[in-house]
């Protein structure tokens, strides 16, 4: 590899002003756009000396053949050209953006004459007011329900419109109530449009002044004993409490804000955007992104609003947007938000209170739909087949590697040390197959898995011959059965082998000296014949054994999910098993304590909520529960310090 890139500008080239760069291929192709306060400092990022580069970075600025600049006068205008170019070009190592699927919104068409509410997911209609996304499109039928209760307005195609219009005759939907636009002949085309601006409002942000009106109005008929008035706006009045039931209230009943909640890993990101409007969560939208190239947190918060936002009309940029951390060039975004809003926007960080209430929700929200995409993207058969076909191709095997077993080492502070090792069969987990180690004696993370390799491969020649011998004895017992011989030889069951089957492919949560301890384990069993690798986890590196560099999959490759995949899951359960592992130690020791049965335990480990917890606690803490007095506490507590020492911790 070069140690400088050909193309690197000389000395002095780059302009020290804002301003906007992208990378090439040799085929002209766009490969990557990014803004920059300050064109000379960000780039020289880029032409640092290779190896200290992120390996991605690299990988990047090595297929690029050019790169190019265009100054702005100023940072917002650099913000604008960059989304510009992202929508035109877009790069391969940019983010990418997937929606989870396409949402339904209630649109209100506002171009027409005569107004109407429809439920479509056609973003694009001329003038109109959108309101969502809605996850059902149920929920959008039975908002509209509602509320045309309250604001009759028309729900009618404009087919059936013009022919109304013209013939003098309502519509269908007007002659059965369901509609009540001028086609229905009930209001004029100007009151029509006064009921529809009301219909906005309300659904823009709750307008309570709408409940006190009808309220009003409802008390007023009643006084008069006009009881008919007085049962439709009372009417009118449950259909807004029950489309207000449906958004819960969340925030103050001013706040107009839009709140991000962002899970992310090295490879991928899921964003949960929440539109709050009045206080109340009108609208959820998810949407999944495959990184590329190594961005922080804050970068792809910038990248998010820009993505958002761009196409966004000035009604629907609300004046807060609330983040789970601020960009570099949050001053910009606010800027550029506020130009394309007509009014004021500020970008504000959720620290306490509802809001960051509110905002951990959108954050668990997001590491559900992150882990929810990973695990479909494995499942889905095609993935399935391409993940194995690529990690063949990258690993260099003779066959694609139907059974893959992957291997982790966890422990506390060096004690408790356990191993897990999970199946994957045709690119999906069989937990029935799942098994754990504990490892009572070791120097380090290597050494634990040289033993526990060790120990699995002692069982792969023997589990072969066990499944090999699996129809023999079916056939013997027939044989057997059907001859009437009592000398018969009697055939007993066989037990299911321990591993059920040789794996074709061992994957180790590790890099090189992880690889090199399971290669060790691999030849001393003799069994070589078996495919190794290793995943690290900082740079999602593949190691293989005896080789100087790893390699490096594609950011949206099958096989690295794949392996990704497997080593998230050796790793819970590894962590599953020692926590269980650590509470039955625990239970032992405690049992030792005269005084101290099952009942307390339990209720000192739910007390305290862990083991660690319970081990720093104090008896005068421990004396809070019911049945533990001071005495006994004193004991307890003795008893775990005796625990403690002797462990060497």
């Known amino acids: 590899m070069a140690a400088a890139l050909p193309y690197k500008p000389r000395p002095g080239e780059i302009p020290t002003q804002p301003g906007v760069y992208r990378f090439r291929d040799a085929d002209g192709r766009v490969l990557y756009v990014g803004k920059a306060k300050n064109l000379r400092a960000r780039l020289s990022n880029y032409f640092a000396p290779l190896h200290t580069l992120h390996e991605r970075t690299r990988r ?85 329900d509602l509320m045309i209760k309250v604001f009759p307005i028309r729900t009618c195609s404009d087919s059936s419109y013009k022919k109304a219009m013209a013939s003098g005759r309502p519509c269908f939907p007007g002659q059965i109530g ?51 008035s007085a049962a439709l706006y009372r009417d009118r009045l449950q259909a807004i409490d029950a489309v207000l039931s449906r958004s819960s209230l969340v925030l103050a009943e001013d706040t107009d804000a839009d709140l991000f909640g962002i899970a992310e890993d090295e490879l991928s990101a899921a964003v949960q955007h929440f539109v709050v409007r009045g206080g109340r969560v009108r609208g959820v939208r998810a949407t999944t992104i495959d990184k590329e190239l190594d961005i922080s947190g ?14 966004a009309g000035p009604g629907e940029i609300p004046r807060q947007v609330l983040v789970p951390s601020l960009p570099d060039d949050a001053a910009d975004l606010e800027q550029w938000l506020q130009e394309r809003r007509g009014k004021r926007v500020s970008i504000q960080v959720a620290q306490r209170g509802r809001k960051a209430d509110l905002m951990r929700t959108a954050t668990l929200n997001a590491q559900q739909a992150l882990l929810l995409h990973k695990t479909r993207r494995t499942s889905d058969y095609t993935a399935r087949t391409k993940a194995l076909t690529d990690l063949q191709v990258a690993l260099g095997l003779a066959e694609a590697p139907l059974r893959i077993e992957c291997y982790d080492v966890s422990h506390l502070s060096g004690t408790n040390v356990v191993a897990s090792m999970v ?61 009437g011989d009592p000398d018969a030889p009697v055939v007993t069951e066989r037990k299911r082998p321990r591993f059920a089957y040789r794996p074709q492919l061992l994957v180790v949560d590790g890099g090189a000296p992880q690889v090199a301890a399971a290669a060790r384990a691999l030849e001393d069993a003799g069994h070589t ?76 480990l739910r007390h305290f909520g862990s083991v660690a917890a319970l081990s720093q606690a104090s008896a005068e803490e421990m004396t809070e529960l019911p049945g533990i007095g001071p005495k006994l506490a004193a004991a307890i507590a003795q008893r775990l310090a005796d625990r403690e020492s002797s462990s060497g911790r």
């Not at 309300?202 to 309220?215: A, H, P, V």
């Not at 970068?299 to 993505?307: F, K, N």
């Not at 495919?531 to 490759?557: D, F, H, M, N, Q």
């Open 60 to 144: 990047m600025v090595t297929s690029a053949s050019s790169v190019e600049w265009t100054v702005v006068p100023t940072d917002v205008d650099s913000l604008q050209l960059e989304y510009m170019w992202i929508k035109e070009f877009d790069p391969p190592y940019n983010v990418r953006y997937k929606d989870d699927k396409s949402y339904p919104y209630m649109a209100i068409t506002l171009a027409d004459e005569a107004p109407r509410v429809i439920v479509t997911r056609n973003r694009r209609i001329p003038g109109a007011r959108y309101f969502g996304p809605y996850p059902k499109v149920w929920a959008v039928h039975d908002t509209i």
């Open 423 to 483: 199946v994957f069969e045709d690119g999906l987990p069989r937990k029935d197959q799942y098994r754990s180690f504990g490892v009572s004696e070791t120097t380090d993370d290597t050494d634990s898995l040289y033993q526990v390799l060790t120990r699995r491969l002692a069982h792969v020649d023997r589990d072969d011959a066990a499944a090999d011998s699996e129809a023999a004895p079916d056939a013997a017992a027939s044989a057997s059965a059907g001859s």
């Open 298 to 311: 804050a970068d792809l918060v910038d990248q998010v609003l820009q993505r958002t936002y761009g196409p």
């Open 529 to 604: 014949e078996i495919a190794l690798c290793g995943i690290a986890k900082r740079l999602e590196e593949i190691w293989l054994p005896g080789e100087e560099y790893p390699v490096i999959l594609p950011r949206t490759s099958e096989a690295l999910y794949l392996l990704q995949r497997l080593r998230d899951e050796a790793h819970r359960f590894a962590i599953t098993h020692q926590r269980k592992r650590r509470r039955r130690d625990i239970t032992t020791v405690l049992g030792e304590v005269p005084g101290l049965g099952q009942a307390r335990i339990k209720a000192l």
């Open 178 to 228: 369901r509609c009540g636009g001028p086609c229905s002949m009930k209001v004029t085309i100007e009151e029509h449009r006064a009921i529809v601006d009301d219909f906005v409002a309300f659904m823009s942000g709750g307008d309570q002044r709408f409940t006190r009106d009808l309220t009003r109005r409802m008390r007023e008929a009643s006084a008069a004993m006009d009881y008919e």
